[in-house]
């Protein structure tokens, strides 16, 4: 079964472009999750979706922004980039909206971006 | 101000002996803690939880304990194979809408 499956896997951006991240989930996973990881740190939490509303957000300005289609899929998007936002965004999966707890949070290998 | 904090960045550990790699935590409404195992180029990997009702949990060479009024865990691995090679997050929960909230990672280095 394929896992989570995310693209581009690689980007680069100048500051002020905007950015669009793609994120399929595990078959049958109903919720995602966003996550962005800087150099250096863990993984930070910016947006959970369940069953295409959001449950949760971050501590991320409103130049983040998400959504989540019928099919479960989501895209992230990014306005106005700045260096800052240069890290490895990464989207998990889980069949149900707290999954996480116990373990059931499938990660992507990522979207790594850079922005010049 | 970091809720979760692995205090170490590195940790070399001889083949078939025991790693032992620490998290600390401030944020008293955590009540479930993980740990994650990444390979450079690969997402995070779910290794062993832990409920806050609990003071240890076991998976084969996995074991995780748990001292709450410490604010401490800590994720012991027995024996150390070459493969546990990789970078450990610890990560935490309050059952929210927050996510997980994850330390900095542990980079464990196993020695022949």
């Known amino acids: 079964d394929a896992g989570v499956t995310q693209s581009p896997t690689h980007l680069i951006k100048t500051r002020g472009q905007q950015v669009t991240l793609r994120c399929s989930p595990i078959?049958?996973?109903?919720?995602v999750s966003w996550y962005q990881q800087v150099l250096g740190q863990g993984p930070q939490f910016i947006f959970q979706y369940y069953e295409k509303e959001e449950r949760g957000r971050g501590n991320f300005p409103d130049r983040f922004s998400a959504r989540q289609f019928p099919n479960y899929s989501s895209e992230l998007n990014v306005n106005a980039l700045l260096l800052g936002d240069s890290a490895l965004y990464l989207c998990a999966s889980s069949l149900l909206w707290q999954g996480f707890n116990t373990g059931e949070l499938f990660f992507g290998e990522g979207s790594r971006l850079t922005v010049l | 101000d970091q809720q979760v904090k692995q205090n170490s960045p590195s940790l070399s550990v001889q083949e078939g002996r025991i790693s032992i790699l620490n998290c600390d935590y401030t944020n008293s409404m955590f009540d479930y803690f993980l740990w994650y195992k990444k390979y450079p180029a690969e997402g995070p990997t779910f290794l062993i939880s832990i409920s806050s009702i609990k003071d240890k949990n076991e998976d084969g060479r996995f074991t995780v304990f748990l001292n709450k009024s410490a604010k401490h865990l800590s994720l012991h691995i027995v024996p150390s194979q070459p493969g546990d090679s990789a970078v450990y997050f610890c990560?935490?929960?309050?059952?929210?809408?927050?996510?997980?909230?994850f330390g900095k990672g542990t980079h464990l280095i196993i020695q022949p």
């Open positions: 990560a935490a929960s309050g059952g929210g809408a927050d996510g997980l909230t």
């Open positions: 078959s049958g996973h109903k919720s």
